[in-house]
């Protein structure tokens, strides 16, 4: 198996940070951050406690849902550099990923000073005689981030470990001080409830940028050791981490502070309350979170970057594509993210502290920050859900708490609070990603009128044909696109019944008659009315499929024929299901069209029912798979899976079966067959046989209480088309339902 698929492959030369130091930290010391000392004080004070606990929920509950969007998205794929722009722009393409990609760089630019303003602010408020000197204090410590990210993530993340540490000596010390020193329950109901001229959604703006702190791990992507499973564990633990702490503080400083000292001074009353009075922690925790904060937006800002550029969607950035050294640090990046830096630090320190709510440049920055990570969180949220509901078959994330309602509960939810923050604002914001968007997007959908519904939907798929002609093929994109060979589907429906299971609403199924006429003269009504028949019976079951009639006067050279010609450019089938033959004669044909089938690069799926069963309505039991290797394996496990995914059959167990001749050989096929399951994101039972027995002697043992068998096939040559024949009907006779595959090799598992 693949590396790649145990472990996403390392951009570049990237590090091989795990979950706690490439996730959780960066992810928890950006949530504990600025909002923690300096504004979360003056949320509770102005909302109360009660709004400030329904402003941290519906936070929480918009990163919560997109923690599960990125663990869905971030375990159905090998995860490369850039973040939540790789898993967005993989999911729903370059347009959308580079406009959303660009919004976030800038909004982790942006992070850098707005912590950085925050560090500035404290030490002014703790040390008064530095107040003249506000904007040294803010460009230093800028220069000096600049310099930390310049020398090495690898430096930057073993610093952060001694910063989390500090920051949760300096977090105990300020709560310790509220719950044993002023703490009363009649300070705290006389803080229940917000103040009349407060405004949520301004004071919602303020604190949310407390929570996005989850972005900083998962722009550490490129650098994980197994993104898989780091980002899915780490993101969700920081963010179960940070919801419960903003929690109890809220609760202990609205109990332990009155209104005016949390309004005027949310930040000196954390320092002169610490417990045991040792203010010099919470002073150090400040320090910690601000600066901790700033390294992290730091290296993820330009990382994003870096990663746009290298998938050369907008030429003006390429030459940010480029990284520096074993690590692929990106350096042009970095002082891309320095000017912004500069340029903000510049701007807030001159307007310096001591202004009006409305006027503080923090609140400013936070407010901007936070209108461009709502918009990042919807569009990941977004792309899980697209994934998920558009029903492609390698949507397989190892991740099990992910439904496509709650992405959709998180999409909806961030832009609808966008909206009630600043409704011109979020406007602005939407019209400059699509404008993006619409730059980026290699065509435009062209909308022809004739009758206005055909009109659109046909220019709209004429479009989007043409561009999925230009797109080059990718397994992970593969669908079941199958021609039913049914004839009068009547006498076939166990055929058709399983193909519309292995379909299941994710491809494409034409239902196929080819009828034998002698007569040329009227093949267009003999084949009008056949096709009537069909469409009848089609709209009679209520079936999505499509119907295509043959007339010939040969089946075996209409039959080649039409293999050859049935497809619309790039809508072709994949797959071609037929029935065994039942006479000796038709062995030789038959055999001769499963070369062709494979030739034409299609994969062959044969159904054998010797005893003539049909398809259950709810099936039980189990599903056995004889694997031999990959050439058919892949396909006939994807057929399996995507059987199972029917409501009708989700109670069916999937097995896999392997034979081995000798016992030493049986550890090495399990592991084998582990790693398959566990990279194919199959749920799947192994199982092993020591045997040097008959095949058939073993498949009877076996599989002969089995729901329904897959087994692969090569078709034979002329001369031992018959053997191959008969060999066949005698391994299955009074055996269950069997799928014999030959695999073209497109269907790939581990997509």
Not at 678 to 696: L, M, V
């Amino acid at each position: 198996m693949p590396e790649e698929t145990k472990t996403a492959v390392k951009n570049g030369g990237g590090h091989n940070f795990g979950t706690f130091g490439g996730v959780f930290t960066p992810s928890i010391l950006t949530i504990f951050g600025l909002i923690m000392f300096m504004r979360t004080g003056l949320v509770v004070g102005k909302t109360g406690v009660v709004m400030a606990l329904g402003i941290l929920f519906v936070s929480q509950l918009i990163t919560f849902t997109t923690g599960l969007s990125i663990s869905a998205i971030s375990t159905n794929t090998p995860v490369k550099g850039g973040g939540a722009y790789f898993l967005i722009s993989r999911a729903l393409g370059p347009g959308f990923g580079s406009s959303i990609g660009l919004a976030l760089f800038f909004a982790q630019s942006l992070s850098v000073p707005f912590y950085i303003i925050g560090f500035a602010e404290a030490m002014a408020t703790n040390f008064p005689v530095l107040k003249d000197y506000f904007l040294w204090l803010a460009i230093i410590p800028g220069i000096a981030i600049f310099i930390t990210s310049w020398v090495g993530a690898n430096w930057a993340i073993k610093c952060q470990y001694v910063i989390l540490g500090i920051l949760s000596l300096s977090i105990l010390a300020f709560l310790g001080g509220a719950l044993f020193k002023p703490f009363s329950f009649a300070t705290l109901q006389s803080n229940a409830w917000k103040l009349p001229d407060a405004n949520i959604f301004v004071y919602f703006a303020i604190f949310f940028p407390a929570v996005t702190g989850i972005m900083a791990g998962v722009n550490m992507s490129g650098d994980l050791k197994d993104p898989g499973r780091a980002i899915p564990l780490g993101t969700l633990l920081a963010i179960t981490v940070g919801g419960t702490v903003y929690a109890i503080q809220m609760i202990l400083c609205g109990g332990a502070f009155s209104r005016e000292q949390l309004i005027n001074d949310p930040y000196g009353i954390l320092v002169n309350n610490a417990l045991f009075g040792a203010s010099f922690l919470v002073i150090a925790g400040v320090v910690c979170a601000t600066l901790s904060s700033a390294l992290g937006s730091m290296l993820g800002a330009p990382r994003i970057l870096q990663a746009l550029a290298r998938d050369r969607i907008i030429g003006i950035l390429n030459p940010f594509g480029k990284g520096h050294g074993e690590h692929n640090e990106p350096r042009r990046a970095m002082i891309f993210s320095l000017i912004i830096t500069m340029a903000v630090l510049i701007w807030g320190g001159l307007k310096g502290t001591g202004h009006k709510e409305g006027a503080d440049p923090l609140n400013i920055i936070a407010s901007v920050v936070t209108m461009f990570f709502l918009y990042t969180y919807a569009m990941v949220n977004l792309a899980a859900f697209v994934e998920s509901l558009g029903g492609n078959p390698s949507f397989r994330p190892r991740f099990r708490y992910f439904s496509w309602p709650m992405s959709l509960l998180g999409a909806l939810a961030c832009i609808i609070v966008s909206f009630m923050i600043n409704a011109w604002a979020s406007l602005a914001a939407l019209i400059i990603m699509f404008t993006l968007f619409a730059i980026t997007r290699s065509r435009e959908l062209k909308i022809t009128f004739g009758d206005a519904r055909r009109g659109f939907i046909y220019g709209r798929i004429r479009n989007l044909m043409l561009m999925l002609m230009k797109m080059p093929h990718d397994p992970k994109n593969w669908r079941p696109t199958i021609a039913v060979m049914t004839g009068n589907p009547n006498t076939r429906m166990t055929l058709l019944d399983y193909a519309r299971l292995f379909e299941c609403n994710r491809g494409i199924l034409t239902l196929v008659e080819i009828i034998i006429h002698g007569s040329e003269a009227d093949f267009g009504k003999v084949r009008e009315n056949a096709l009537t028949r069909l469409n009848e019976y089609i709209d009679k079951y209520q079936l999505p499929v499509f119907p295509e009639v043959l007339v010939t006067d040969n089946f075996d050279h209409g039959l080649n024929a039409f293999l050859q010609c049935h497809s619309l450019s790039p809508v072709k089938p994949n797959i071609v299901m037929m029935g065994w033959p039942r006479d000796i004669e038709r062995v030789g044909p038959f055999f001769t069209h499963q070369r062709v089938i494979l030739d034409m690069d299609m994969s062959s799926v044969i159904f054998v029912n010797p005893e003539n069963r049909i398809c259950p309505e709810y099936a039980h039991g189990r599903i056995d798979i004889w694997w031999r290797g990959h050439s058919n394996g892949s396909l006939m496990l994807i057929l399996a899976h995507l059987l199972r995914i029917n409501r009708s059959w989700e109670r069916t167990r999937l097995r896999i079966i392997r034979t081995v001749k000798f016992a030493k050989q049986e550890q090495e096929a399990i592991q084998e067959l582990r790693e398959l399951v566990d990279a194919g994101r199959i749920d799947a039972e192994i199982k092993t046989i020591i045997s040097d027995e008959y095949f058939d002697t073993m498949l009877r043992k076996i599989s002969a209480d089995a729901q329904l068998v897959f087994l692969g096939f090569r078709p034979p040559k002329d001369e031992g088309a018959e053997e191959f024949f008969s060999e066949v009907n005698k391994r299955l006779e009074g055996m269950p339902p069997t799928f014999m595959v030959s695999s073209a090799g497109e269907a790939d598992l581990l997509a």
